[in-house]
C-alpha cells in the first residue's frame, strides 16, 4: 500500500491525490507573478516537516525564499501549527578530482597553481586566476548542520549549471551564433550525485524546486534554441523522477505562466511536454482577487476530464480553503 501524507491545513487538497500526498510523487505548482506559488510550497513542506513526517530541501533558484518567506511566515506557521521547523542553509564545498580518488580543496588548488604561475613568472590577476580553478574542480558537496527531524534545508541561488552539477551531469549550455546547443560529456547515475548523498544523509522526503521556469526561461528562446531548452528540462525532470522513485520522495516544482502558442485550451507554462509528461499532477494557481486564489488541477495539463477545482483564500498564516458559501472555513487548522 502507499504511503500517504495528509495536509491538514487544507483537508480538500488530500481529495485530489487519494487521501494524501503519496511517496514517490511529483507536484508541479504554476501560475502567474505573486499568485503564491511559493507560500503555498511552503506551507504545505512546514506543516509536513513539523509532523515529523521528513525533513525538506528547499532548492531556491530565484533567491527569494529566505528574504521573502522564511522568517515571518515561518513565525506565523509555528503559531498556527504548533510545532518547530528549522530553517537551515545549505552550504557548497567545491573540490578538484585528482588521480586515485583523492581531491582538493579548491581554495588549496587555487594556492598551489598561484605558486606554480609566480615560478614561471607569468603575470596575472585575481580574477583570471579564479576563472583558471573553476574550468577545473567538478566536484561539488552539500553540507549542513544536522539536528534530526524537523528541518527545511535551504539551498538559494542556484543556477541551471550548479543543479546539473549536483546532480552528477556534466554539461556546458552556450550559444553558438544564432543557436543554443548543449553539449553532455559526462551522465552519471543520479542515486550516487552529490544531491543523492545529501537525500540520504539528511534524510530527506520531500524535495522543492523552486522554481524550475527559471532555469529554463533564462535560455533563448528562438526556434533555433527549443531543442537545447527541451534537452535541458528533461535532464533536470529526468533525475528528479528518478531521485523519487529511489528515495520514495515527495517532489515539488513551481513553474512560471507562459503563453499557451495554441491560444486555447490550456494554460501554459515553462518547460512544455517534459514538464507536463514528467510530473503526475499539475496544478494551476490563479489570482481571483486581492487575496482570493483557485486552485485547478489535473492529472496531466492534456486531460481536463481529471480536472478539479480548490478555492483558497490568503490569511496572515497562509492559505485556507474557501467553504461553499464562500467565507474561509475556520475549522481547517
Known sequence: MVERFIVRSLPRLNEVFGGGIPRESMIHIYGPYQAGKTLLIYQLIYELVGQGLGNALYIDTEASFRSNFSSEMGRRFRERFGNEVNVLDVKL???????????????????????????LGIV???????DAVRFFYRKVDLEAESRGRGNIYLLDRVDLSLLLKLMDVEAEVERKGQKTEVRIKG???PT????????????VMY????SIGMLVKNLAVSLSDLPARAVVTNLVV????????EYGLVVFATNHESKNPTGKGFHSFYGGYAIGYGFKYSLYLSRMGKSRRRLVGERSPLLPEFEFTLDLV????????????????EATV
Open 192 to 203: 550516487t550525485s552529490p544531491l543523492s548523498k545529501f537525500i540520504r544523509k539528511y534524510r
Open 314 to 329: 490568503i490569511k496572515d498564516d497562509g492559505f485556507h480553503e474557501v467553504s461553499n458559501d464562500g467565507t474561509p472555513d
Open 124 to 130: 596575472y590577476d585575481l580574477e583570471d586566476l579564479s
Open 93 to 119: 564545498s567545491k573540490s578538484v578530482p585528482l588521480k586515485g580518488g583523492k581531491k582538493m580543496t579548491v581554495s588549496e588548488f587555487k594556492r598551489y597553481l598561484s605558486t606554480i604561475l609566480d615560478d
Open 207 to 210: 524535495l522543492v524546486l523552486d
Open 238 to 245: 529526468g533525475n528528479l523522477i528518478r531521485l523519487a522513485s
Open 187 to 189: 551522465l552519471s547515475d
